[in-house]
Nanobody, 124 residues
Framework: QVQLVESGGGLVQAGGSLRLSCTAS????MGWFRQTSGKEREFVAA????????GYGDSVKGRFDISRDTAENTAYLQISNADPEDTAVYYC?????????????????????WGQGTQVTVSS
């Protein structure tokens, strides 16, 4: 059973920055999604197993940055120029199924293990 441990959520002012972390108990492609009450889970960012490739949702391009420490099996989501619309519970996910080293995944159904979620609140 894959274990995911998220950290780094909290309160940030609009225009500020925050970094989320997610450590997995193995080496997998990783992604971040977010969800607010009453809405579907939204793709935020994803990164390949080797860390060389990344993808972003349209609403966060240019403001968020995903990276990973492959030695520590940890992915990071750097939130910059935060906007109140970024307020959500952020979930880390990994795909334990087959994948090449240079593939990342943007659909939630491609992931099969999820973190517990961490709340990010952006105040205006």
């Amino acid at each position: 059973q894959v274990q995911l441990v998220e950290s780094g959520g909290g309160l940030v002012q609009a225009g500020g920055s925050l970094r989320l972390s997610c450590t997995a108990s193995g080496h997998y492609p990783m992604g971040w999604f977010r969800q607010t009450s009453g809405k579907e889970r939204e793709f935020v960012a994803a990164i390949t197993k080797d860390g060389a490739g990344t993808g972003y949702g349209d609403s966060v391009k240019g403001r968020f940055d995903i990276s990973r420490d492959t030695a520590e099996n940890t992915a990071y989501l750097q939130i910059s120029n935060a906007d109140p619309e970024d307020t959500a519970v952020y979930y880390c996910a990994v795909r334990t199924g087959p994948s090449g080293p240079n593939y990342y995944f943007i659909r939630s159904e491609h992931y099969d293990a999820w973190g517990q979620g961490t709340q990010v609140t952006v105040s205006s």
